[in-house]
């Protein structure tokens, strides 16, 4: 067990020294006051009176591990390390510091770590302070929720990725733990093959909003992972609104939260249902865990401390075989024919990929064939397009720390789509008529493809900033 040698004994030495004694430490306390030491031997405490910063102090201590010195004057605390270490002694050493450049001369004189009282307050206000905002945040949700006349409609974005299904999850089992019944209600389809097995594997209930008659038969309508999609409030009032993404116009809710500095509305939902201190569902806790890991592409993308703490907190309580056959599902007949579409039409101009995959019956298998040829050596970002239903959809990937591939596709496309990701991930839905008035039939298919190609090709290419000249297929 390490022992302890506490030089300098006032307010904050004397913190110190009370709670390693109660956690049954070895201490030694060392202080020029008189009245001082008297006061701790009267506590049962080992004092005993000496200036810090006489050489005689290093031989006092010579026996123990750990060293703190605690006194205010940080250039007393400077001699007495000089003293220390002058006589070669290793103790590991904390010394007090009273500013950042006194710390840097007390580190320069050999300690090992150096406080400073006023940034450990600091930190511990900030700390308080986000621990309350969190507590206010949760008591503003539930008095929302609670004071809902009827169901909760929980409403996600288009086509839900796993983050917005397992936000949308988690205010469900929030409401019901407030005694309000919820439904998920999911905008599009869910074409991914993951995400219709992280439905099916764990058997979320959701509504297509297309069955949906009236949404004044909801109570109150929340939207998580949602709020980027500024037309869903035309139809209904909306109460609630949570996500990690900046909205593009202000919602007129009771309830708000939008927190940019979080990685994934599922993290956002995590605190909540901490804060609620629920029993956390096996469903619950699986969904959240794999909405974190699927936003930061396993915590390799855009993740913070947050993001690690809340995955931390879930994990004990999810199913992680289930976890494993979401996130290897079988291959559809659809997505191969696909991916080996755009396999075989890539062009490659140095570490950039795009691919033309022909005419489509499902443009979720664009996603899946972009990661695919992500993979490929030397590419750093791919992008793969195709027709369907008169539309042109694109998806792109990018591990290229330079490149935001959103604003790509946003520079490459504005004047005739809308992007949508961030910087690793993004598409983007073109209306075909934008690039000729050909209708699509069996005779000129070819010829649509053709010009298709030729027109999104270029415009991508010049928004990645290269030269489609230098491409090849390879």
């Known amino acids: 067990m390490s022992t302890y040698a506490i030089l300098g004994c006032g307010s904050v030495g004397h913190a110190v020294a009370e709670g390693l004694v109660e956690q049954g430490k070895d201490v030694l306390i060392v202080d020029r006051d008189d009245g001082r030491v008297e006061a701790l031997r009267d506590q049962d405490l080992d004092a005993r009176q000496a200036d810090i910063e006489d050489e005689a102090v290093s031989d006092m201590v010579a026996d123990y591990d750990v060293v703190l010195i605690m006194s205010s004057n940080a250039e007393t605390n400077r001699h007495a390390i000089e003293n220390i270490r002058d006589r070669g002694r290793d103790h590991f050493i904390v010394a007090r510091a009273s500013d950042p450049v006194s710390a840097d001369e007390l580190e320069a004189a050999g300690a090992d770590v150096v406080v400073n009282p006023s940034t450990v307050i600091a930190n511990s206000a900030l700390r308080t302070l986000e621990s309350g905002e969190r507590e206010h945040q949760a008591k503003r949700l539930a008095e929302v929720i609670e004071n809902t006349s009827g169901r909760l409609g929980v409403l996600t974005h288009d086509n839900p990725d796993p983050d917005s299904i397992a936000s949308a999850v988690a205010l469900r089992a929030i409401a019901e733990h407030l005694g309000v019944d919820a439904e998920i209600i999911y905008l599009g389809d869910i074409g991914h093959q993951e995400n219709r097995a992280f439905v099916n594997l764990l058997g979320i209930e959701l509504l297509s909003r297309d069955n949906i ?262």
């Open 213 to 474: 008659d009236d949404f004044d038969d909801y109570g109150t309508i929340a939207l998580v992972d949602n709020a980027e999609d500024a037309d869903v409030t035309l139809d209904f009032q909306v109460g609630i609104v949570i996500d990690h993404y900046e909205p593009e116009i202000e919602y007129d809710a009771a309830f708000v939260d939008i927190r940019p500095d979080m990685s994934s509305t599922s993290t956002i939902m995590t605190k909540y249902i901490q804060e609620f201190d629920m029993n956390v569902d096996e469903e619950v806790a699986t969904a959240l865990l794999y909405g974190i890991r699927a936003e930061t592409m396993d915590f390799k993308r855009e993740t913070n401390p947050a993001d690690l703490t809340a995955a931390a907190y879930l994990y004990p309580f999810a199913n992680h075989e289930t976890l494993e056959q979401v996130e290897s599902p079988s291959m559809s007949p659809e997505t191969l024919d696909v991916l080996a579409e755009a396999i075989t039409n890539r062009e490659v101009t140095g570490s950039h990929l795009v691919s033309n995959a022909g005419f489509l019956t499902d443009r979720e298998p664009l996603t899946q064939a972009a990661q695919h040829l992500l993979n490929l050596e030397g590419i750093t970002t791919s992008a793969v397009f195709g027709v369907a239903d008169d539309t042109i959809y694109l998806a792109a990937r990018s591990k290229d720390i330079r490149m935001n591939i959103a604003n790509v596709l946003q520079e490459a496309f504005e004047d005739i789509g809308e992007a949508a990701g961030h910087s690793t991930q993004a598409s983007v839905e073109i209306p075909l008529g934008i690039f000729t008035d050909i209708t699509a039939t069996d005779d000129n298919r070819e010829l649509l493809l053709s010009l298709t190609e030729e027109a999104v090709k270029g415009r991508l290419f010049d928004a990645m900033g290269v030269e489609t000249g230098e491409g090849n297929s390879s």
